[in-house]
DNA sequence: CCGTCATTCAATAGAATAATTGAATGACGG
DNA sequence: CCGTCATTCAATTATTCTATTGAATGACGG
């Protein structure tokens, strides 16, 4: 073991933040957290893993600072250290679309048909709310609907979206949020609404870069 | 092999970004490379280590996107992707300096003697320049210093600052910077010349944040 | 065309990480 | 006090990462 200067000591704890990111279930799991504090429970059963491992996973982003857990009763909650986190978040996504060239194929791939959708800023929406001229849906499960969401979106989650878009006013516009940036719900709604030829576009990022951005949000009673 | 939808695709690029960082040297490397291009043996030189292990690890980060290399004769030099990855390493950093103990642990105990010095903000530096009412001195090695530095500030390697210190006006206000926020130069070089009676500050930061800033640089021809 | 030199590649051994399984902990409800 | 249930721990295996060594590549200078 070599002798470590303070930089070198430091630039190791830099690290163990940068590598608790560096696996994509953590990632998804910061996705979650970033909507709401969630139980283990819950949090496996969103991505579709053992419990165990989530734990593990859990754990490794507490070692680095990066989510706090609470205990309560029986459920031990888990949430983001704080928005430093988010933005680290958006920082490493930032360098990964601007130079990786996997990232391009499969947003070509994937996302290609519906680049013509221009993204509704949050300035937009706030513009558009006032005036009472858009629908707003939020396609996430209701769940985390229920954890906080836009003021005046309407929760539609994306499994009803067929069934809601007979319901809803073909001559008003409708803006659809969800996630974040590549969480690909909100994706799917407006491409649903267009097909059946409602006039629709997506919100720029999601539900927890409104919250990081200050602006209002909604929490049921 | 479990089959992927585009989002657990991209997050795996996002990983891939984020585990590159995840590594002591990396982040050296990064520092390095912030304050200029540089071939591998130049870096290998700078952090004392292998030049076969430095190539590895720029060419992880190559493959992250977070630097770029091109073959100038004989030597490949590699730089920073673009100021994307600077803002993503001090994302990290950020997380890190505000939820793990270690490293408030690391800076009561290795810099907490000087932290009385208030560091003076890039505007601030910019006035009292203006002003003419400091001297500026990058503590850099010459070689940093010839890749770009702050205009009018004179460079004074850390090695000879107490020669220097002797020569310089004992009245006048002396303002250090070095590599960046964590680089230990500038903190030393304060001491240094605090405990010859010199009044002296470090400037917030270093060369990358204020190059990054978009302050002017000044390159010698 | 050949030697030199910077860099990269290939192969290895050792260390760390990831997922799985089953057992242990800790808190609630009766 | 006991059973239940959410979570964590411990142990295992497979995988990936790291550092080192020595050989290969690729470009320059004679």
């Given at each position: 073991m070599s002798i470590r200067n303070p930089k070198q000591a430091l630039y190791e704890q830099f690290a163990i933040v940068a590598k608790a990111l560096g696996h994509p279930l953590r990632l998804e799991l910061i996705e979650h957290l970033a909507q709401g504090s969630r139980s283990v429970e819950a949090l496996a059963a969103k991505l579709g893993q053992p419990i165990a491992n989530i734990s593990q996973h859990l754990q490794a982003l507490r070692r680095a600072g990066i989510v706090s857990a609470e205990r309560d009763g029986k459920y031990v909650h888990y949430s983001l250290a704080d928005d430093s986190v988010l933005s680290a978040f958006a920082s490493v996504r930032s360098v990964a679309e601007r130079h990786l060239a996997e990232v391009d194929r499969i947003v070509r791939d994937c996302f290609d048909a519906r680049d013509d959708i221009q993204p509704v800023t949050r300035e937009e929406l706030q513009a558009l709310m006032r005036d009472g001229l858009v629908t707003l849906i939020d396609v996430r499960p209701a769940d985390e609907f229920a954890l906080g969401h836009v003021p005046g979106a309407i929760n539609v989650p994306l499994g009803e979206i067929k069934a809601w878009s007979h319901c809803a006013d073909p001559g008003r516009e409708i803006v659809a949020y969800c996630?974040?940036?590549?969480?690909?719900m909100s994706f799917e709604a407006v491409a649903a609404l267009r097909s059946v030829g409602h006039s629709a576009r997506r919100l720029e990022d999601g539900m927890p870069e409104w919250k990081a951005a200050g602006l209002p949000v909604e929490m049921p009673a």
């Amino acid at each position: 073991m070599s002798i470590r200067n303070p930089k070198q000591a430091l630039y190791e704890q830099f690290a163990i933040v940068a590598k608790a990111l560096g696996h994509p279930l953590r990632l998804e799991l910061i996705e979650h957290l970033a909507q709401g504090s969630r139980s283990v429970e819950a949090l496996a059963a969103k991505l579709g893993q053992p419990i165990a491992n989530i734990s593990q996973h859990l754990q490794a982003l507490r070692r680095a600072g990066i989510v706090s857990a609470e205990r309560d009763g029986k459920y031990v909650h888990y949430s983001l250290a704080d928005d430093s986190v988010l933005s680290a978040f958006a920082s490493v996504r930032s360098v990964a679309e601007r130079h990786l060239a996997e990232v391009d194929r499969i947003v070509r791939d994937c996302f290609d048909a519906r680049d013509d959708i221009q993204p509704v800023t949050r300035e937009e929406l706030q513009a558009l709310m006032r005036d009472g001229l858009v629908t707003l849906i939020d396609v996430r499960p209701a769940d985390e609907f229920a954890l906080g969401h836009v003021p005046g979106a309407i929760n539609v989650p994306l499994g009803e979206i067929k069934a809601w878009s007979h319901c809803a006013d073909p001559g008003r516009e409708i803006v659809a949020y969800c996630r974040g940036p590549w969480c690909v719900m909100s994706f799917e709604a407006v491409a649903a609404l267009r097909s059946v030829g409602h006039s629709a576009r997506r919100l720029e990022d999601g539900m927890p870069e409104w919250k990081a951005a200050g602006l209002p949000v909604e929490m049921p009673a």
